[in-house]
């Protein structure tokens, strides 16, 4: 008696193991081909939906690449250089490179492009939700000089409504 019990069990637990192979297999079948970022928020290369993303304004990306590289290698005029002219005006970089050395560096990536009118606006992230070191902030990049617009005079972030004011 106890051994026909048995065996049902482990009929069932096999039975059950199958349809769990199957499902996993069923669920993960395109995950090689669009790599999903669900907590990250950050553009993965492997993702067509995103990469799309990018080509709404692939010079503001070169930009901002550019940028985030300089600012790593703490190259503050490099990063003064690709400000937007009208940000300049009344802004010595002497001031730029001293502002640039009191931002403390993160390593940013983009994970979303939109239109602003005649700019774009570029949501960078860093760090990760799971490790209670996510940071989300904004860079805009003029339309028409390719450059990038400072939303206060000493950040090239922008991080809330009161940075415009």
């Given amino acids: 008696m106890m051994t026909e019990r048995c065996k049902g069990i482990g009929h069932g637990i096999v039975v059950f193991g199958a349809v769990l192979v199957f499902f996993f297999a069923v669920g993960t079948a395109g995950a090689g081909v669009v790599m999903e970022d669900p907590m990250n928020f950050g553009i993965s ?15 503001g990306s070169s930009v901002i690449g550019m940028f985030l590289h300089s600012w790593k290698k ?11 002219d009208a940000s300049k005006e009344g802004y010595a970089p002497e001031q730029a490179e001293f502002d640039f050395r009191m931002l403390p560096f993160e390593e940013y990536r983009i994970s979303s492009v939109s239109r602003a009118g005649d700019d774009f606006e570029f949501i960078l992230s860093s760090g990760d939700w799971k490790y209670g070191d996510k940071d989300i902030t904004k860079m805009i990049i003029s339309g028409k000089t390719f450059r990038i617009i400072m939303p206060t005079k000493h950040s090239p972030f922008k991080r809330s409504a009161e940075d415009y004011f």
Avoid: K, N, T
Avoid at 45 to 59: A, K, Q
């Fill in 45 to 59: 290369l492997g993702d067509e939906e995103d990469r799309s993303d990018l080509e709404i304004c692939p010079e």
């Fill in 74 to 84: 703490g190259d503050y005029r490099a990063m003064y250089d690709l400000v937007d």
